[in-house]
């Protein structure tokens, strides 16, 4: 039996590409998406406590609570919740699709893994209302970054793109490297995000640190881009998710600076939230997910299109027969 590892074996049998698998995980990243911008919301209008129980909804079975006549805040709340607990569903079908459909063990397994982390995502929002920690909703507001980064990645390890097998081209210009340095400062961004969002009375410092990252990443997803433009013809393949990347890091940054303006004064005083204020800084944060999708999908195929550069060979070692310099 041939090996099973995430990346196709370019010897012996490999796994076909089943269109299956693949539009299952694409429907179901798709899905949790819109679960980014609520879950957003609740934050930007702090109604994160607005129900003060769970799993229940004033002691009603959540899927039984009449949330339309509720206040705003308990409605915000709830359908975070309500969606929420539709995206495990979706992940649940997902889990059971691969387990039925998917000839590689290690896909079999990553499907469990999205069941597992979307259960996690729903005890952790659980208890931060339970134990009323704001900690805990900022950690869920990032850990919820990360499963639609998963969500992500199971799409291009069950595309076609990754399946179908191939020779990798000699990455001379670095674009591995570069591409997981910049989804590294990527998710360390979203991390910052998160701070800043639920602690705005330490704004001055988070902001700063925020501000600068948002320069790292702007500077490596332009030069990133610019690279891969230069290498189009070698690896096509990078090309749309590169553009995407620096589609989605232009519109961050003009979120972002919007959202500065209309944060000011950073005193921590709670305000009054306005729709277009909501739109701007709950886009800002959901946009900040697509960012993060579109530089894994850049980095797994960047890891899957090429190999690393071979080390140059010494200048004694020239001269020597049967060596040749591939420039």
């Known amino acids: 039996m041939a090996n099973d590892p995430l ?143 998963l969500m992500v990645s199971l799409c291009v390890l069950t595309g076609r793109d990754w399946i179908t097998s191939s020779t990798p081209n000699v990455d001379a210009s670095h674009l591995r490297r570069r591409s997981a340095v910049t989804l590294f400062l990527v998710a360390v961004q979203i991390a910052v995000g998160a701070w800043l969002r639920h602690f705005p009375w330490m704004s001055p410092t988070s902001l700063l640190t925020h501000a600068l990252l948002g320069l790292a990443v702007w500077g490596h997803v332009a030069m990133l881009a610019w690279r891969v433009e230069r290498n189009r013809g070698v690896v096509p393949e990078l090309v749309p998710s590169s553009r995407a990347m620096a589609l989605a890091v232009m519109l961050q940054v003009v979120l972002g600076i919007a959202s500065w303006w209309m944060l000011r004064p950073f005193d921590g005083i709670p305000r009054t939230v306005t729709i277009i204020q909501a739109m701007v800084r709950t886009g800002h944060q959901a946009n900040g997910a697509l960012l993060l999708a579109a530089s894994v999908v850049l980095t797994f195929r960047a890891f899957r299109h090429l190999a690393p550069a071979k080390r140059m060979p010494s200048r004694s070692s020239l001269s020597a027969p049967g060596l040749e310099v591939v420039a």
């Not at 206040?71 to 387990?99: C, D, K, N, Q």
């Open 7 to 149: 990346k196709p074996s370019r010897s012996g049998i490999e796994p076909a590409y089943k269109a299956g698998p693949h539009w299952v995980a694409v429907v179901a990243a798709f899905f949790t998406w819109p679960l980014i911008f609520v879950g957003g919301s609740v934050t930007t209008y702090r109604v994160g406590m607005a129900v003060p129980d769970w799993p229940t909804t004033f002691g009603i079975n959540m899927f039984l609570y009449d949330f339309w006549n509720a206040p705003f805040g308990v409605r915000v709340e709830h359908m975070h919740r309500l969606y929420g607990a539709a995206v495990g569903l979706s992940t649940l079908i997902l889990a059971v699709w691969f387990l039925l459909a998917e000839q590689r063990r290690s896909m079999k397994w990553l499907g469990v893994l999205a069941l597992v982390a979307v259960i996690g995502q729903g005890v952790l929002g659980g208890t931060r209302v339970t134990q009323n920690s704001t900690v805990l909703a900022a950690v869920h507001g990032v850990t919820g970054q990360a499963f639609f980064a």
